[in-house]
Nanobody, 123 residues
């Protein structure tokens, strides 16, 4: 299983970005998926997760109401729609997949990581 994240970039505070994560391999619906982020000199932190169908989602308190995770199982793709971005949202964002967890809310849940995509928010 390989995960390929894209969609990062530079945006002004208050703006929006959509991150995408394409997942190769079989049985995409067997995986819970999630997004994490890591700012310089900080630990990687949970952002959002969706279960195998996308019907259940979880968010970090810091992004709740601004970010939305979704998945298109017909395209083996996970999305993170980020709205009302703040400078503190700036980080490298990583998509993740877990085979043995119903949701991906901790780095220890993760079976597969994608490469990161940089999100920069100017104030």
């Amino acid at each position: 299983v390989q995960l390929q994240a894209s969609g990062g970039g530079l945006v002004q505070a208050g703006g929006s970005l959509r991150l995408s994560c394409s997942v190769s391999g079989d049985a995409f619906t067997a995986y819970a998926v999630g997004w994490f982020r890591q700012a310089p000199e900080k630990e990687r932190e949970f952002v959002a997760s969706a279960n195998w169908s996308g019907g259940s989602t979880l968010y970090a308190d810091s992004v709740k109401g601004r970010f939305t995770i979704s998945r298109d199982n017909s395209k083996n793709t996970v999305y993170l729609d980020m709205n009302r971005l703040k400078p503190e949202d700036a980080a490298v964002y990583f998509c993740a997949a877990a085979l043995h967890s119903a949701m991906v809310i901790d780095t220890t849940d993760v079976d597969y990581w994608g490469q990161g995509t940089q999100v920069t928010v100017s104030s």
